[in-house]
């Protein structure tokens, strides 16, 4: 249901860059969808999103900016940065994800190992 599959891109975008602007929730919607399209995950944005975002729900002007943002997203209308990235975390933080990209705003991008 794509209603859903926009509220679940939102809820990840919230929880993980409702910080950052317009670029860094473009990176990490970039990662959830590299995770959909690749065989060794799951292949909707919602499976994706709930092996870490079961309830994330913001509020206010900028919940309904993200979900906005989401559908956008969901429907193509905004290009994504196509950066290979199928992991991302808080930049500084030492982890064995993958092969290390780039940081951007707070985060850090990796590819897979």
């Known amino acids: 249901m ?3 599959e926009v509220l679940c891109l939102a809820a990840v ?3 993980e860059a409702r910080g950052e602007g317009y670029t860094g929730k ?3 919607a970039d990662v959830v969808f590299n995770r959909v399209y690749d065989p ?3 292949d909707t944005i919602c499976d994706v999103t709930r092996q870490q975002f079961v309830s994330q729900k913001g509020q206010g ?3 309904w900016l993200t979900v906005a ?3 956008d997203l969901y429907r193509r209308r905004v290009l994504l940065p196509e950066t290979g990235a199928v992991y991302f975390n808080t930049k500084g933080i030492t982890n064995d994800y993958g092969h290390y990209l780039f940081s951007y705003g707070g985060h850090a991008f990796y590819s897979a190992p």
């Open 2 to 4: 794509a209603i859903a």
């Open 13 to 15: 975008l919230w929880a």
């Open 26 to 28: 473009l990176l990490v």
């Open 40 to 42: 060794r995950w799951p």
């Open 61 to 63: 002007t900028d919940w």
């Open 69 to 71: 943002l989401a559908d």
